[in-house]
Antibody, heavy 128, light 106 residues
């Protein structure tokens, strides 16, 4: 069974740092793009970041660029999100998600990419 | 960044109804548009990718159409299990933005 299990969500003060982890199982982890998406309770979805299979390319939402860093350890089938300079608006449930290919290509001509397996999420609260 | 606008935000419907949700991109995104369904307390799941391709296992009452900047998700004959929130997402260019969501309720 394909499974993604997030961990690391806690209560942290504004300006603090935190690392989220995602343990993957049931599929060949290093064959796929991985994403983080967050959701404020009761609100909509916000895509946060993605990383290609080999970590060679990563992309970020403007709201987190320069503060968050996505990474992966294929030997451990694990995805990470290092979060720093945290703000109250970063409070959300963070989902780890598997993409449908090894490399994210964008623009016309690329094969359509989608997020096909989601974890249950880990809750991050930024509050003093 | 590409902005995604969904309408309506809320939709009241009955079992058996035909439901249409629209999503508009702020620029041309060809057919790089996905639809997700989220039920209360659950993670979202993909319904349609590439604007019109049904994900494996998704009932055929769901369909998607559109290209360029205007897209539609249609549910023919709404079922009780379809009451949920639906999101569109563009995957044409990072950042991969979502629409604001459409809550389909009774």
């Amino acid at each position: 069974e394909v499974q993604l299990v997030e961990s690391g969500g806690v209560v942290v003060q504004p300006g603090g740092s935190l690392r989220l982890s995602c343990a993957a199982s049931g599929f060949t982890f290093d064959d796929y793009v991985m994403h983080w998406v967050r959701q404020i309770p009761g609100k909509g979805l916000e895509w946060v970041s993605l990383i290609n299979w080999d970590g060679g390319a990563a992309y970020y939402a403007d709201s987190v660029k320069g503060r968050f860093t996505i990474s992966r350890d294929n030997s451990k089938s694990s995805l990470y999100l290092q979060m720093s300079s945290l703000k109250t608006e970063d409070t959300a449930l963070y989902y780890c998600i598997k993409g449908n290919g090894a490399t994210f290509y964008y623009g016309s001509g690329a094969y359509p990419h989608y997020m096909d397996v989601w974890g249950e999420g880990t809750a991050v609260t930024v509050s003093s | 960044d590409i902005q995604m606008t969904q309408s309506p935000s809320f939709l009241s419907a009955s079992v058996g109804d035909r439901v249409t949700i629209t999503c508009r991109a702020s620029q041309n995104i060809d057919n790089y548009l996905n639809w997700y369904q989220q039920k209360p307390g659950k993670a979202p799941k993909v319904l349609i990718y590439g604007s019109s391709t049904l994900q494996s296992g998704v009932p055929s009452r769901f369909s998607g159409s559109g290209s360029g900047a205007d897209f539609t998700l249609t549910i023919t004959s709404l079922q009780p299990e379809d009451f949920a929130v639906y999101y569109c997402q563009q995957i044409y260019n990072p950042p991969l933005t979502f629409g604001g969501g459409t809550k389909v309720e009774i």
